[in-house]
């Protein structure tokens, strides 16, 4: 995701857009102790990055205003609205993967080895028609996230995790970038070493008194003499400069739920749009749960309105199903008291429209 939780505070408050938003530490003036969770890419202008001290963001922030820019907005953070969210990228990332890894609440790596069409699954036989289809779920991936919780992200395909996890960050923001195999080191060479996740600044120092700048610089070195500067790491480092990395995707994400969610571009109370909304997330829902052979017992809904108050309402039925006129209309019962002074007595509008399952059975 593209600096994920500034872009969620900036959804969240439309005022904001186009700010430098800072997240984390309260810098107070200057004097705060803590550090950047992450920063806008407005604010990365401005030299602040995360894990950076709160109090050097707030310095650059000043540097900036007194150059004529406009200072950098320092959020707390609201952790639980983030979980949220990334809780629903990763169970639709789940249903367009094989094997699922979450990474971090951000980030998450997807292994492809067949591709779907109309009538069953079939085993991919060639690299040629891997990559092509590995490239049309990655841009439709990034549409529907851009279409359901109105955020970017970046994605990178390649032969392994490295590679991938490096094509990732290469064209952020809302970037897409491919590199098959054959071009892996062509990708590599001119790339700086801090690319590689775990070179840190402590490890690009002594590579650079080694001579090393770039990836190819890195490659030129023998394994001897890394494992001399690095020990164990530094095998890690000659495989990584030739781009070999054998690590599995893990799956790791234990699924609770299955759902959906909607964030709209404009808050709404207009039942034509929140209805049909419903009814296609309902839909999707029903479709993942006939591929996957599963039945649920619990429907429930999550609602939040424009001032970010959020409410979920559940109900268990009395038998598992896997019925999606059942789901539907249990789900339209839990919403419909929202859109009358039952639960919404004051007509506030909806910002955001969840649907999901839960308590599953094959």
């Known amino acids: 995701m593209d600096a994920f939780f500034a872009a969620i505070e900036e959804r969240e408050r439309p005022r904001l857009r186009g700010e430098p938003i800072v997240v984390g530490a309260d810098?107070?003036?200057?004097?705060?102790?803590g550090v950047v969770a992450?920063?806008?890419?407005?604010?990365?202008e401005y030299g602040i990055h995360s894990a950076q001290p709160i109090s050097t963001a707030w310095r650059l922030s000043e540097q900036a205003f007194n150059k004529g820019k406009p200072r950098a907005v320092f959020i707390g953070g609201?952790?639980?609205?983030?979980?949220?969210?990334?809780?629903?990228?990763?169970?639709?990332?789940?249903?367009?993967?094989?094997?699922?890894?979450v990474a971090s609440i951000d980030e998450a790596y997807i292994e492809i080895s067949k591709v779907e069409n109309q009538k069953s699954e079939l085993q991919i036989r060639d690299e040629k028609t891997a990559y092509a289809y590995a490239e049309r779920l990655a841009k439709k991936i990034k549409k529907d996230i851009l279409e359901n919780q109105i955020l970017t992200c970046s994605v990178g395909i390649g032969p392994n995790k490295l590679i991938a996890k490096i094509a990732s960050d290469f064209r952020k923001p809302a970037g897409l970038t491919v590199v098959l195999?054959?071009?892996?080191?062509?990708?590599?060479?001119?790339?700086?070493?801090?690319?590689?996740p775990g070179i840190g600044p402590k490890a690009q120092?002594?590579?650079?008194?080694?001579?090393?700048?770039?990836?190819?610089?890195l490659r030129n070195l023998s394994e001897e003499?890394?494992?001399?500067?690095?020990?164990?790491?530094?095998?890690?480092?000659?495989?990584?400069?030739?781009?070999?990395?054998?690590?599995?995707?893990?799956?790791?994400?234990?699924r609770k739920s299955i759902g959906e969610q909607h964030t709209f571009i404009n808050d709404t109370l207009d039942g034509n749009v929140l209805l049909g909304e419903i009814k296609k997330m309902c839909a999707s829902i029903y479709e993942n749960l006939k591929k996957k052979k599963i039945n649920f017992k619990t429907v429930a809904i999550?609602?939040?309105?424009?001032?970010?108050?959020?409410?979920?309402?559940s109900r268990t039925l009395a038998q598992y199903t896997q019925d999606v006129k059942i789901l539907e209309t249990e789900s339209l019962k839990l919403f419909l008291p929202f859109l009358d002074k039952r639960e919404n007595p004051k007509k506030k509008l909806i910002r955001l429209l969840g649907v999901r399952v839960e308590r599953f059975k094959n």
């Open 225 to 254: 003499i890394l494992k001399k500067n690095f020990g164990k790491r530094g095998e890690w480092m000659w495989a990584c400069a030739r781009g070999i990395d054998n690590r599995e995707v893990l799956e790791s994400y234990e």
């Open 181 to 196: 195999p054959e071009d892996a080191q062509k990708f590599l060479d001119p790339l700086p070493v801090k690319v590689v």
């Open 78 to 101: 609201h952790k639980s609205i983030y979980s949220e969210v990334s809780r629903a990228i990763m169970n639709y990332l789940e249903t367009k993967s094989e094997k699922l890894e």
């Open 27 to 33: 810098p107070v003036d200057g004097k705060g102790r």
């Open 38 to 44: 992450t920063a806008n890419y407005k604010a990365r």
């Open 302 to 313: 999550t609602v939040r309105f424009f001032d970010f108050k959020t409410y979920t309402r």
């Open 205 to 217: 120092t002594i590579l650079f008194r080694l001579g090393v700048s770039r990836i190819k610089d």
